[in-house]
């Protein structure tokens, strides 16, 4: 098995102290109270595919030798071996620290098992936008934040960076870092149907039709006062379904960093690891029929799906941190809070337009490049 021989990460740590201590107190509220792991096993029904198989042309990556070196390799074997794009050190250092971070982690790559759903984590469903949104000015220094122009949808919450002068097409990746949720449902409720909830990174579906992403989701189910619960990693290029990572073990309390990128206008690729467990998979697919990436956009996002066609409930996740949300494009570093050009959204959910309209859930920014999720009011709908 690929099992990375490096040392544990040491570089920038200063920069990254407060970022992790949320993900420390995130994984100790969702090791609180969560459900047993024999509880977590079965997918919900009415989320799995029936009938023929109709998978997006999925590769799963080559294997890398057990004394394969991630650092010293060239683009071309980091490509091979399905590892992410390498960022200059130089002009990208924080970048590049996370990038380390990640293919240095000892780890186990496996061969994915994919079993496809009836689930779409698609574009944004916008509902309002204020006024006309503060730009990033073109050219400022890095870890200068903007004010994010805040919208509401009503199945994202997290923030979106969009830039029209670097439209992100050509080599773009995007990468964050969070700890698996507990899965439930809200106090005092026990619905009998499942609840969902998605945590992912993902180019495009801000204004376009279009998302490349890939991510975990946090299903609950509560029947007769017992929750059971599902964990699961996945991929997407909507308007294609979701496609599950069966063997990739996920449970609440790990700490989980996804990577996409795109290869071309309709080869999208995604890089999963699991940090707690050690165990990553790495897989390239196609694009859907009459689909390219648009690159209007990169987003850190918590979303409510459509199941079977409907927006489903959104699982009461108690906190979710997202960290090191990096994105690049050419030179350029893109996070939440700092950009060198283009606009930053802060994103809320709602369960509906006008002045009744509950936040479903909604994120907190912290620094530059950490998110906090969290539910205003109950998430129930």
Not at 263 to 271: D, F, L
Not at 346 to 353: A, Q, R, W
Request: glycine fraction near 8%; aromatic fraction near 10%; include cysteine.
């Amino acid at each position: 098995m690929f099992q990375n021989t490096h040392g544990p990460f040491s570089a920038r740590v200063a920069s990254y102290s407060f970022a992790t201590s949320l993900l420390a107190l995130a994984a100790a509220v969702a090791l609180c109270g969560a459900p047993s792991p024999a509880a977590a096993q079965d997918a919900p029904r009415e989320s799995r595919e029936t009938g023929p198989s109709h998978h997006p042309m999925a590769r799963a990556h080559a294997k890398p030798p057990a004394d394969f070196d991630p650092l010293s390799a060239s683009d071309g074997t980091l490509a091979q071996f399905g590892f992410p794009p390498r960022p200059d050190a130089v002009t990208q250092p924080d970048r590049y620290a996370v990038w380390k971070k990640m293919v240095t982690a000892p780890q186990q790559r496996l061969a994915p098992a994919l079993e496809h759903t009836t689930i779409h984590n698609g574009r944004a469903h916008m509902l309002s936008q204020g006024d006309a949104p503060p730009r990033i000015a073109n050219g400022a220094a890095p870890g200068v934040a903007s004010e994010a122009a805040k919208v509401t949808t009503v199945n994202w919450s997290g923030y979106a960076v969009v830039d029209a002068r670097n439209p992100f097409k050509s080599g773009t990746t995007v990468y964050g870092e969070w700890v698996v949720p507990v899965a439930q449902q809200a106090a005092g409720t026990c619905t009998g149907t499942w609840a969902y909830s998605s945590a992912w990174v993902g180019i495009d579906g801000f204004t376009s039709s279009d998302v490349l992403q890939a991510g975990i989701e946090v299903d609950a189910l509560c029947r007769y006062g017992s929750t059971t619960a599902f964990y699961s990693a996945w991929y997407e290029w909507f308007p294609d379904v979701e496609t599950r990572i069966r063997n990739l073990q996920i449970s609440p309390g790990n700490v989980i960093g996804v990577e996409v990128w795109n290869s071309g206008p309709t080869v999208g690729n995604a890089y999963i690891v699991n940090y707690t467990t050690r165990q990553s998979v790495s897989l390239q697919f196609n694009a859907p029929p009459r689909t390219s990436l648009v690159g209007d956009s990169v987003e850190w996002v918590v979303e409510r799906p459509q199941v079977n066609g409907s927006f489903a409930a959104l699982t009461h996740y108690v906190a979710a941190p997202f960290n090191f949300c990096h994105a690049a494009a050419g030179s350029g570093t893109y996070t939440p809070g700092a950009s060198p050009s283009g606009t930053a959204y802060s994103i809320d959910m709602v369960d509906g337009s006008g002045a009744g309209a509950t936040v479903l859930s909604s994120p907190n920014l912290y620094g530059t490049a950490a998110l906090w999720f969290y539910e205003p009011g109950p998430a129930v709908q």
